[in-house]
């Protein structure tokens, strides 16, 4: 059976936490939240939950990520899968078989969970996250002729693939530069329709009109930075 170990970044998902990892599939080895400076019980409902909890002080969901991978990195027996899935329950836990299935059954290598509208709940994306998604994807296709159509946060990569990408982003680029250094090294990838829901309380990206921004910016930068390598 596959070694998989889940990271959950986490800020103030204390009334969320608890059903994520609830719901994960027993077939997960270790569910990893990283707690990023959360100020209400998201660390307290993860333990009572059963997961493994980190700490990060330094804001941002790349830190928090990072936090997680270098954790995996010093275990002495390492994944063979690594999932990410958000701490605010928009996304359905239980679909991570579905999410991995490419990469068990297909070899594939790295696996995007993709918010497709059918299976959207209304509301449960914003308009500024529908266009972000929809410009991302479409100057992926354009300049590295990408079939992406989603920066979905649910998602599975080969461990040893996702050591090779050597991910550096901080903070709101990380699943752009994740895909787009996919795409540079030649990895095979594949999306999988996932269901979404609205989140529980408030997003620090979207939620904000800083957050929006700053995402955006991050977002194209890396973008524009792969397009004239």
């Not at 994960?24 to 993860?46: F, M, R, Y």
């Not at 010093?74 to 359905?92: E, H, M, N, R, W």
């Not at 308009?127 to 079939?147: E, H, I, S």
């Amino acid at each position: 059976m596959a070694e998989i170990k889940v990271i959950i970044p986490a800020v103030n998902e204390g009334d969320s936490i608890g059903k994520v990892v609830g719901e994960l599939p027993k077939s997960v080895s270790e569910i990893i939240v990283v707690n990023n400076g959360s100020e209400d019980n998201t660390v307290e409902n993860a333990k009572k939950a059963g997961a493994t909890v980190l700490t990060e002080n330094q804001r941002g969901y790349g830190y928090a990520c990072l936090k997680g991978l270098d954790y995996v990195a010093k275990q002495s027996k390492q994944p063979d899968l690594i999932v990410f899935i958000d701490g605010d329950y928009s996304d359905y836990p239980e679909e991570l078989d579905k999410v991995v299935a490419p990469i068990l059954q297909d070899d594939v290598d790295f696996v995007v969970g993709a918010r497709k509208k059918a299976l959207r709940e209304p509301g449960s994306m914003t308009p500024q996250q529908v266009f972000g998604n929809q410009l991302a994807t479409f100057l992926m296709r354009l300049f590295f002729r990408a079939k992406f159509t989603d920066l979905g946060p649910f998602r599975a990569i080969k461990y040893e693939k996702l050591k090779e990408l050597e991910m550096q982003d901080k903070t709101y680029g990380w699943t752009v530069e994740m895909q787009l250094k996919v795409l540079r090294k030649k990895m095979s990838y594949t999306e999988v329709p996932v269901r979404y829901k609205r989140r529980i309380g408030v997003s620090k990206v979207s939620g904000t009109v800083k957050g929006t921004i700053f995402a955006g910016i991050k977002i194209l930068g890396w973008i524009f930075k792969y397009s004239l390598k």
